[in-house]
């Protein structure tokens, strides 16, 4: 698809992601109204309350009395208050432009590469969703110095603040994504008529399947390696340091741990590995996408194949979140509100590693395709010496 029928889809749901986000946000204020917590229950309301505070203009009560500052924003406050407040208001302004212009590139690359079309619709839809959580969670990266400086002490213990800003927004940012996902297929879909046939990769099924299970082997490396309780745990503690940068533990947890696991402890076995299943799934996930991806591509480059793999790595995660939700019985009695707060996590180390894992796939796709094809070439010459 050419870059002006796909630009305008691209263009449709970055407007459409950062105004239901700033939607949401607005919308925080009315939990706070007298009766809410009659009508959807008081935990309800405070978990939804955490969801939508990060996208929300109105300051916490950490910036808005923490401070010494007094009002909201655009109201009369101290000297000292009103900068606080100020920064506070531009930390929000960084996230929603960056929400747009982090989202627009990459489902620009995905309506190129993967154009709703000829089967491909639900793929598309899927990668987009999953482009649309990346999106979100990066905007907040951007954005969160400003906002740890609006709370008056972004000194203190940086990493650990910075670690804590980047984990929050998600859950919001699963459902936004998913509208959002859904309109830009549906707008591609209507640019991509009339554009003629798109062509369509042609990728040997072994040179696919060799690609897949080296871009698997890589969200393995996080998954099984790294997540391992000992192995965690020296991330965690390995480095000190000292000053504003002291203390990388979390940061590095939130952006290397795709999981975390130990050996059966105080549990049977059967749960033990009821509870590994949700990590098979991630794994299986990884690996159909990555053996489908380079097929349903009109050009299998390595920018596509990177996105590509950050998108199924974050799908991986929502279909093993959404398992251990189910399989999480004792956990039903507090509500569907309070299982899912962790629907959404870990999509910086699927950022991360689901890179680095779609560039190994993208270059061993190319490696064993060139093989395949030198080696029918020389089947197909006939050998002189026996002619």
Do not use: N
């Not at 994504?177 to 991509?192: E, K, N, Y």
């Amino acid at each position: 698809m050419a870059y002006g029928r796909a630009a305008i889809p691209a263009l449709i749901g970055g407007v459409l992601l950062t105004a239901l986000l700033w939607w949401a946000g607005a919308s925080a204020q009315a939990l706070d109204l007298p009766g809410t917590a009659d009508v959807i229950g008081g935990r309800a309301a405070a978990d939804l309350q955490q969801w939508l505070t990060p996208w929300s203009y109105d300051p916490p009560a950490s910036v808005r009395f923490g401070t010494g500052a007094s009002g909201g924003i655009g109201e009369a406050a101290g000297t000292d208050g009103a900068h606080y407040l100020d920064l506070y208001a531009t930390a929000l302004q960084i996230r929603f432009a960056a929400v747009f212009a982090i989202f627009v590139p990459g489902a620009l690359l995905l309506v190129r590469r993967l154009p709703p079309v000829h089967g491909r619709m639900p793929a598309a839809l899927l990668a987009t969703w999953a482009w649309g959580l990346v999106a979100g969670t990066l905007a907040v990266t951007v954005s969160a110095p400003w906002l740890i400086a609006s709370q008056g002490h972004g000194s203190y213990r940086f990493l650990p603040q910075l670690a804590g800003v980047i984990s929050s927004g998600r859950q919001i940012l699963v459902v936004t994504a998913l509208v959002v996902a859904a309109v830009t297929v549906f707008a591609a879909r209507i640019t991509a008529k009339g554009s003629g046939p798109l062509p369509q990769e042609i990728v040997p099924a072994r040179a696919a399947r060799l690609a897949a299970s080296a871009g698997t082997a890589v969200i393995a490396l996080s998954l099984v390696v790294l997540s391992y309780q000992s192995v965690a745990a020296t991330l965690q503690t390995a480095f000190t340091g000292g000053g504003l940068l002291a203390e990388p533990g979390d940061l590095l947890r939130q952006w290397l741990l795709l999981g975390a696991w130990a050996v059966p402890s105080g549990t049977s076995l059967g749960d033990w590995l009821l509870y590994r299943a949700a990590d098979v799934l991630l794994l299986a996930v990884v690996w159909w996408a990555l053996r489908r991806l380079p097929g349903m591509l009109t050009r299998a480059t390595v920018p596509a194949m990177a996105v590509g793999a950050v998108c199924a790595t974050v799908l991986g995660l929502l279909a093993s979140q959404v398992l251990r939700m189910a399989t999480d019985g004792a956990s039903m009695r507090w509500g569907l509100v309070y299982l899912s707060t962790s629907l959404g996590g870990g999509v910086p180390a699927a950022l991360t590693w689901g890179l680095v894992a779609g560039v190994t796939a993208a270059v061993t796709l190319r490696v064993a395709v060139r093989r395949t094809v030198t080696a029918d070439a020389t089947v197909s010459v006939p050998d002189p010496a026996r002619m």
